[in-house]
T-cell receptor, first 110, second 115 residues
Framework: QQQVKQSPQSLIVQKGGIPIINCAYENTAFDYFPWYQQFPGKGPALLIA?????SEKKEGRFTISFNKSAKQFSLHIMDSQPGDSATYFC?????????FGKGTRLSVIA | DTAVSQTPKYLVTQMGNDKSIKCEQNLGHDTMYWYKQDSKKFLKIMFS???????INETVPNRFSPKSPDKAHLNLHINSLELGDSAVYFC??????????????FGSGTRLTVV
């Protein structure tokens, strides 16, 4: 119930491509869904977040799509750049500390 | 100015030793956390403190003991270290108990290696 399942585990795209990372959850009490970006040797940093009252949120090149009925949400990175190469974590929360997915290692090749 | 700072950054120690990791945040946040990131990058909550009071203690061996002397500090003491404790430990903080306003701010991590 407390798990967040993330896929794929790793992803390689060419510069300019649109990587998509997917997450699914079971606990319907979750009401906050952030994405975090982690570079090697650093802690995760908040990228973008969504609440379940909207189906999509965009910030710059990053978009979250949220499907409440399917209990799924995904991150899309438009016009991906080599500097976007990092590990991405989805997470979910409600009245407890965030539960994180297992991460997706993204490599954007020039 | 480092927002959430952890020391040390690296820690190599022998099995059976006792060690501490320190964390300080200068953001004025009310809530602090310890997460463990294993070799497969999985981030798992260990403890959560709000205004120096423990609010969450996940299934963690009692060899791990957090201490919060004030709301800006959350230290982690580990007794009788085992090989399986090797991981990266992240301290984080948030303005509110849920991290809804500005999310969590993580430190850079402490890589603990038990030999």
């Amino acid at each position: 119930q407390q798990q967040v399942k993330q896929s794929p585990q790793s992803l390689i795209v060419q510069k300019g491509g649109i990587p998509i990372i997917n997450c699914a959850y079971e606990n319907t009490a979750f009401d906050y869904f952030p994405w975090y970006q982690q570079f090697p040797g650093k802690g995760p940093a908040l990228l973008i977040a969504i609440r379940p009252d909207v189906s999509e949120k965009k910030e710059g090149r990053f978009t979250i799509s949220f499907n409440k009925s399917a209990k799924q949400f995904s991150l899309h990175i438009m016009d991906s750049q080599p500097g976007d190469s990092a590990t991405y974590f989805c997470a979910a929360g409600w009245n407890t500390p965030l539960v994180f997915g297992k991460g997706t290692r993204l490599s954007v090749i020039a | 100015d480092t927002a959430v700072s952890q020391t040390p950054k690296y820690l190599v120690t022998q099995m059976g030793n006792d060690k501490s990791i320190k964390c300080e945040q200068n953001l004025g946040h009310d809530t602090m956390y310890w997460y463990k990131q294993d070799s497969k990058k999985f981030l798992k909550i260990m403890f959560s403190y709000n205004n120096k009071e423990l609010i969450i203690n996940e299934t963690v061996p009692n060899r791990f003991s957090p201490k919060s002397p004030d709301k800006a500090h959350l230290n982690l003491h580990i007794n009788s270290l085992e090989l399986g404790d090797s991981a990266v430990y992240f301290c984080a903080s948030s303005q509110d108990r849920r991290g809804l306003i500005y999310g969590y701010t993580f430190g850079s991590g402490t890589r603990l290696t038990v030999v």
